[in-house]
């Protein structure tokens, strides 16, 4: 039966500028409908409205709605305006729309002339399902050409290539919002430009969102990691490369106060996504262990949901290592299924494509195996102290105020073994007293801020002198067995 024929059959004229127009009165719709007749355009089944089976992987979750409605023009033809469903389905697997509606199942799904099932996440798919596909693609961010054709079709403005290229780089949502029929260029790229400012999480109040990497020193090996996952995800957003290839998890260790909690925002500015803060104590603040497990699986999902993003679990120690637990522990049992539920969500069915969690600890001996394994937090990151040229770095940093450079390196020698955190209280202490003398702050600040010094008479420096040879002298005593040497206390008053 003709395209015509079924129409008079089914008693509906199709009126193709109807159809045409209710998709060109919507820039993010417009891009989702091209990207999907472009995704399936090796497939002539589609457009020919024959029998077909079609799985498409989204990759901006904030637009799967607008995809899942492309789709189903994709699945219904013209007719798709006049609610008339032809033997088609399309059924969309994600996170989302899960909470608008029961999607049917994938078994359902096939079982339709033409079948279009979108997921956010490929693992979704059944291995049976991408046997019978005619078609598995991933659809990624539309590229600046078809925006520049797009916006110019819906709203008739003619976008600079680069200007194209910079509304690119982003969810169909804000391109919806920003370019409207009556705006000039110049408005509709203002509006984009705010709606792209990385928003707050409610985790982040106290931040200083205004830190990046290129702000933090004496970071290490953590600041090459950061880098190079703020590069992979540029990669991964613009389809490149797929979510198997960039680092999903890593464990920051490090001693108290070298600014693990600081890295991890700043990472966070510098990727240009998100943070979501949690920690074990956090998530257990919430009640019993039913409302523990509850806030931990909120925390993913919020991740998840405003993917690509980043979740920082502090004191990752806290929850313990289950070969460490004694079976005979009243908590044993408690502490399990909670280690048992964190692990199902970093890896479990609902998957986290687009999250890289960080977890942060002073004690990283002490973290369960099954955590750290690899697809988990398989990377392991030191954050050391501060070396000399760090420690002038971030006195720079914290003081904010014109000093020499040779002036803070003198008194940054002075505070060898110290860390950010400590620099930092140091520098606040500074800027107070110079605040309180209603002056700028200078180098004698930060000596009156450094701790007392105590002048050892010569009778102390002597005793202490013979206390540190004393254990140069036991050092170099052979250990027994192999020489017969031997050492024993002896303790007499001096």
């Known amino acids: 039966m003709t395209k015509k024929a079924y129409f008079q059959k089914a008693g509906v004229t199709p009126k193709k ?22 995704a399936c355009r090796s497939i002539p089944q589609v457009a020919a409205y024959r029998p077909v089976v079609i799985g498409l992987v989204i990759t901006e979750r ?36 899960e909470k608008k509606r029961s999607a049917p199942g994938l078994a ?88 792209r400012e990385p928003k707050s999480s409610k985790a982040t109040e106290s931040a200083d969102e205004r830190l990046s990497l290129d702000d933090l020193p004496g970071m290490g090996a953590a600041e090459e990691w950061g880098r190079q ?33 600081t890295f991890a925002r700043a990472l966070a500015k510098t990727c240009g996504v998100p943070v979501i803060l949690g920690s074990l104590a956090r998530w257990q603040s919430m009640g019993h262990m039913g409302d523990l497990l509850k806030a931990m699986r909120k925390a993913f999902d919020e991740a998840r949901q405003a993917a690509p993003s980043i979740l920082f679990v502090d004191e990752l120690d806290s929850f313990g290592d289950r070969e460490r637990i004694e079976s005979t522990s009243t908590n044993a049992q408690y502490c399990r299924e909670v280690i048992n539920g964190f692990l199902e969500c970093l890896d479990g069915a609902a998957g986290r494509e687009g999250v890289v969690v960080v977890g942060a600890t002073n004690y990283p001996g002490v973290i369960d195996a099954g955590i750290l394994r690899p697809g988990r937090l398989d990377r392991h990151v030191e954050i050391p102290l501060p070396d000399l040229s760090a420690r002038t770095a ?98 007499r008053h001096c």
């Not at 189903?72 to 969309?92: D, F, M, N």
């Not at 049976?128 to 990624?140: K, Q, R, S, T």
């Not at 540029?234 to 464990?251: A, K, M, N, P, T």
Request: net charge positive.
């Open 62 to 97: 904030k637009d799967i709605e607008r995809y899942d409605q492309a789709a189903r023009r994709l699945a219904y033809g013209y007719s798709h305006s006049y609610g008339r469903q032809r033997e088609a389905s399309v059924t969309t697997i994600s996170l989302e729309l």
């Open 394 to 491: 971030i006195l720079k940093l914290h003081l904010r105020a014109p000093l020499e450079v040779s002036q803070l390196e003198r008194i940054a020698a002075r505070t060898s073994g110290w860390s950010g955190a400590r620099l930092e209280q140091l520098a606040r202490e500074a800027r107070r007293k110079a605040r309180k003398e209603r002056r700028a702050v200078a180098e004698e600040d930060l000596v009156y801020a450094l701790p007392r010094t105590v002048k050892l008479s010569d009778d102390l420096r002597y005793r202490m002198a013979v206390h540190e040879a004393g254990h140069a002298v036991v050092d170099r005593v052979p250990p027994r067995g192999v020489a017969g040497g031997h050492g024993r206390r002896a303790f």
């Open 17 to 38: 500028e109807n159809y045409w127009r209710d998709l060109r009165n919507d820039v993010g719709n417009f891009i989702a409908y091209a990207q999907l007749k472009r």
């Open 229 to 261: 996952l703020a590069a992979d995800l540029v990669d991964w957003r613009e389809g490149r490369i797929s979510w198997d290839d960039v680092d999903r998890g890593v464990l920051l260790s490090g001693p108290p106060g070298t600014g693990k909690t």
């Open 108 to 195: 359902e799904a096939v079982e339709s002339r033409r079948s279009f099932v979108l997921v956010t996440d490929r693992q979704s798919f059944p291995k049976e399902f991408e046997a019978i596909a005619d078609l598995v693609a991933e659809v990624g961010w539309p590229d600046a050409r078809l925006v520049e054709e797009a916006v110019r079709a819906c709203t008739g403005i003619r976008l600079k290539p680069a200007d194209a290229a910079s509304a690119a780089a982003g969810p169909l949502i804000d391109l919806a919002g920003a370019f409207r029929q009556g705006r000039t260029v110049s408005q509709s790229m203002s509006i984009l430009a705010k709606l």
